[in-house]
Structure formats: structure tokens, C-alpha cells
């Protein structure tokens, strides 16, 4: 049974920084293609970044380009969203997913699993 567990979400000023953490289980962040997303309340969920299964190609919405960094450690078996400068648009709650093998995608039905997200509220 695959299980996505994010955290690592809160509240930060403008300007802060935060860093989400994905736990896996019932499959391997080093097999697989892991994404973040995001949704803002009255608004459809977004892509924010992904990397693909064997860590040698990123993607990033326009949006966070320069600020967010997805990484993973497969030792642990978690995937990371490093988010620098954060501003109020940020403000969401930040999902992790997975699609497998497939190369690292911004469509939300292109991913099979999800978490249950966290939390991310920035100030102004």
C-alpha cells in the first residue's frame, strides 16, 4: 500500500523560508517520478515541481523558478521542497504525488498516489 505523509508546512513571514518533506511508503522515491502541488482555497490545484525517477531532471512551475528546490534522499526514502522567499501567493496547502516511471510531469491526473497535504501560510 503506497503512503505519501508531507510535512513540514507552517506559518512564515514574507521573505521566510520552509522546507515540506514527503515520506514514502509501499514504494521507492528512487523508482519513481515524486511531484509537489499545491492548492489555494477558491483555486484548482497547481504544479509547483517535480523530479523524475532517477534524479537527473527537474521540473518547476514558472512561478517558483529560483526559489523552490525539489530534492530527495532515497536512504530515507523522502522527497524535500526547499521554498526560499516565499511570498503571501505561496500561501497553500502542498501535496505530494507520485506517477511511477513517467518523466516529471505538471498534469495533476497524470499522478497516481497522493498525500494528504500540509499546510504552508505566509504573512505579509
Known amino acids: 500500500q503506497v503512503q505519501l505523509v508531507e510535512s513540514g508546512g507552517g506559518l512564515v513571514q514574507a521573505g521566510g523560508s520552509l522546507r515540506l518533506s514527503c515520506a514514502a511508503s509501499?514504494?521507492?522515491?528512487?523508482?519513481?517520478?515524486m511531484g509537489w502541488f499545491r492548492q489555494a482555497p477558491g483555486k484548482e490545484r497547481e504544479f509547483v515541481a517535480a523530479i523524475n525517477w532517477s534524479g537527473g531532471s527537474t521540473l518547476y512551475a514558472d512561478s517558483v523558478k529560483g526559489r523552490f528546490t525539489i530534492s530527495r534522499d532515497n536512504a530515507k526514502n523522502t522527497v524535500f521542497l526547499q521554498m526560499n522567499s516565499l511570498n503571501p501567493e505561496d500561501t497553500a496547502v502542498y501535496y505530494c504525488?507520485?506517477?511511477?516511471?513517467?518523466?516529471?510531469?505538471?498534469?495533476?491526473?497524470?499522478?497516481?498516489?497522493w498525500g494528504q497535504g500540509t499546510q504552508v501560510a505566509v504573512s505579509s
Open positions: 509501499g514504494l521507492t522515491v528512487s523508482a519513481n517520478t
Open positions: 504525488a507520485t506517477r511511477g516511471r513517467g518523466s516529471p510531469s505538471g498534469r495533476p491526473h497524470e499522478y497516481a498516489y
